[in-house]
Nanobody, 115 residues
Framework: QVQLVESGGGLVQAGGSLRLSCAASGIIFSINTMGWYRQAPGKQRELVAVIISGRVTNYADSVKGRFTISRDNGKNTVYLQMNSLKPEDTAVYYC?????????WGQGTQVTVSS
């Protein structure tokens, strides 16, 4: 089993920045892919950013150039640096990791961007 704990969400004005953190614990070896998803009210959960093998990254078009995903293997933590935030970024952000054929999710952290 893998446990994921997110932190760093909150309320910020448009144009501001936040950094989300996700710490992994438990059986963490062979975790190849870690990422962030978000779900806004009334919408489906969507991919925000993913990092594969600690170096290959992929971003949703809506966040390219504004968000940066990174991973600290020594701390078993993945980060999401979010800059130039927009009201449409408001959502619950979920950390995800893939270990073998298993998907694991964190409990989510709320990000609210006011206009």
């Amino acid at each position: 089993q893998v446990q994921l704990v997110e932190s760093g969400g909150g309320l910020v004005q448009a144009g501001g920045s936040l950094r989300l953190s996700c710490a992994a614990s438990g059986i963490i070896f062979s975790i190849n892919t870690m990422g962030w998803y978000r779900q806004a009210p009334g919408k489906q959960r969507e991919l925000v950013a993913v990092i594969i093998s600690g170096r290959v990254t992929n971003y949703a078009d809506s966040v390219k150039g504004r968000f940066t995903i990174s991973r600290d293997n020594g701390k078993n933590t993945v980060y999401l640096q979010m800059n130039s935030l927009k009201p449409e970024d408001t959502a619950v952000y979920y950390c995800n990791c893939v270990r073998g054929v298993q998907n694991y999710w964190g409990q989510g952290t709320q990000v609210t961007v006011s206009s």
